[in-house]
């Protein structure tokens, strides 16, 4: 299986521009690590 991560791979916009992050073959299993719509700033309830 292969991860990918998404502290080397966040990307703000789609773009054609934008370079694939990760390469599988068909019928691969693959993780995928992603952030929050803020960029995982919000970790937990603060009071």
Known sequence: ?????A???TIF???K???PA????SG?????ETL???SNQ?????I
């Open 22 to 25: 990760l390469f599988i073959d």
């Open 17 to 19: 521009n934008n370079k």
């Open 13 to 15: 916009a789609f773009s």
């Open 1 to 5: 299986m292969k991860k990918l991560s």
């Open 42 to 46: 919000i970790r937990g309830k603060k």
């Open 7 to 9: 502290k080397n791979n």
């Open 28 to 32: 691969e299993t693959i993780e995928v």
């Open 36 to 38: 929050d719509a803020l």
